[in-house]
């Protein structure tokens, strides 16, 4: 199969070409005949399947041959970096049709938003930030056309169903409504239920993670995840990395503290400012950093196709968390590695993840690494070895009882 199947409006059909598509994903072949033909879909999905595109450029095509100079798309997405990904992937699968998108999201200028929004064919928006327009009636979604709703899940985890529901009364009722979600909690089988007309459902392999990407656990005492981690690092080729921490503060410090091991390595946690959340992400992307170091909300959406490895230094708190960390490698057509750090407290969550991708994930551990050690960095990584010492000292000097434990693996003497 390949696009000319889809019989997209010419301008449509050169966005596919610019993005350097061939042949459309499983979700996209199966939700982008069901979306030109009108019907809600209910798309089962998680990220790295396609499915931004599944649901792009139908939507790009329909407007192609409606009236201009209102918004007649509205994507609601729970983060804004997210957010910010589908209205680029709107620009590039767009480019060649005129339709103006935009995107709409907090901790920035409302006004530039304002005036794009006067322009907007397509809005891309996170419900906070599109709330606080709709209140103060400066964005018009009267003449709305598709509605849709992205991660669905994650919404319902960050607690925005009810600023959904509240946006839904704003949206006129003879609309299409499409809603993507990577698993079916109660409340979004509810809310599916409310909203969606007749729907089409679309799966992609029930709940399970993409089959381009392998993963093992590593088990390790929580001391020595630190050293364990630089260990693997150091064994592994890796491409660009992202390592998931269970808490913000935990990303912050294993940010650094992979830095100071000599990796170009940068964090992402909801306490930045959005210029530094940009940055982070920018810099991931374009390969500056090679690890990204990121709490499971700040990391939601991510798309980095480079991203080789996914290392859960700490274990997710569900098994759809782990679906959903692991969704940022094997992207598209690329295969990826996930390994994820567990310790004795772990056992019950590991069960969980063996039980969700239906085999028992392979248990390794490292010839080469001293799993008795108290807390010493092993003293043949190459990273540690490269840095100078006094940066140990600082980092050492620097650290305060509530961090301590976070900072176990610096060693006491100079490895
Ligand atoms: P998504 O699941 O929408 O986040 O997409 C995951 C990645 O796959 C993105 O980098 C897309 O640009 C890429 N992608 C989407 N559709 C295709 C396709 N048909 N061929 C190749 N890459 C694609």
Known sequence: MNFETFNFHPPVAAGVAAAGYITPTSIQARAIPQVLRRRDVMGLAQTGTGKTAAFVLPILNRLMGNKKGCIRALV???????????????????CKTRLKSTSVYGGVGINPQIQNLKRADIVVACPGRLLDHIGRRTVDLSQLDVLVIDEADQMFDMGFLPDIRRILTHLPRNRQTLLFSATMPAEIRRLAGDILRDPVTVQMGATAPADTVSHALYPV??????????????????????????????????????????????????????????????????????????????????????????????????????????????????????FTLITGEDREMVLAINRIIGSQVEQRTLSNFDYSSPVRIPDDCPQWQRKPHHQF???????????SRLNDHIPAKRP
């Open 221 to 338: 005492a929580p001391h020595l995840k630190t050293a364990l981690l630089l260990k693997l690092l150091g064994n592994t080729r890796t491409e660009s990395v992202l390592v998931f921490t269970r808490t913000k503060h935990r990303a912050k410090s294993l940010g650094k503290n992979l830095s100071l091991a000599g990796y170009r390595s940068t964090s992402l946690q909801g306490n930045l400012s959005q210029g530094r959340r940009q940055a982070a992400m920018d810099g991931f992307r374009d390969g500056t950093f090679q690890i990204l170091v990121a709490t499971d909300i700040a990391a939601r959406g991510i798309d980095v196709t480079r991203v080789s490895h996914v290392i859960n230094y700490d274990i997710p708190s569900t098994p759809e968390a782990y679906i959903h960390r692991i969704g940022r490698t094997g992207r598209a057509t690329r295969s990826g590695e996930a």
């Open 393 to 403: 000292y600082a980092l050492k000097k620097g650290r305060n009882k509530k961090t």
């Open 76 to 94: 609601m997405a729970p983060t804004r970096e997210l957010a910010e990904q589908i209205h680029q992937a709107v620009k590039t699968l767009g």
